[in-house]
Nanobody, 121 residues
């Protein structure tokens, strides 16, 4: 089994920064794409950013230039550096990853439990 654990959320003022982390653990053979998604109250979960094992990144237009996704393959960890935060960035942020385990030849998609980010003055 694989677990994804997010950390780093919190309450910040507009214009401030936060750095989220997502640590994957378990019987991991390989991690392919890792990503971040978010869900605000009353809204559907939406895409934020993804990063491949080769460090190719993709961002939603509404975070481009403000958020940066990175990963440390040795630590099975992904990060989301969020700068110039806005109130509309308030949401629960979820980590997502395609993981191949040591006991299956096929990768499977996993979600973390989420971490709350609140941007408010």
């Amino acid at each position: 089994q694989v677990q994804l654990v997010e950390s780093g959320g919190g309450l910040v003022q507009p214009g401030e920064s936060l750095r989220l982390s997502c640590a994957a653990s378990g019987s991991i053979s390989s991690i392919y794409i890792m990503g971040w998604y978010r869900q605000a109250p009353g809204n559907q979960r939406e895409f934020v950013a993804t990063i491949t094992s080769g460090d190719i990144t993709n961002y939603a237009d509404y975070v481009k230039g403000r958020f940066t996704i990175a990963r440390d393959n040795a630590k099975n960890t992904a990060y989301l550096q969020m700068n110039s935060l806005k109130p509309e960035d308030t949401a629960v942020y979820y980590c997502n990853a395609d993981v191949k385990t040591t006991f299956s030849p096929f990768p499977r998609n996993y979600w973390g439990q989420g971490t709350q980010v609140t941007v408010s003055s």
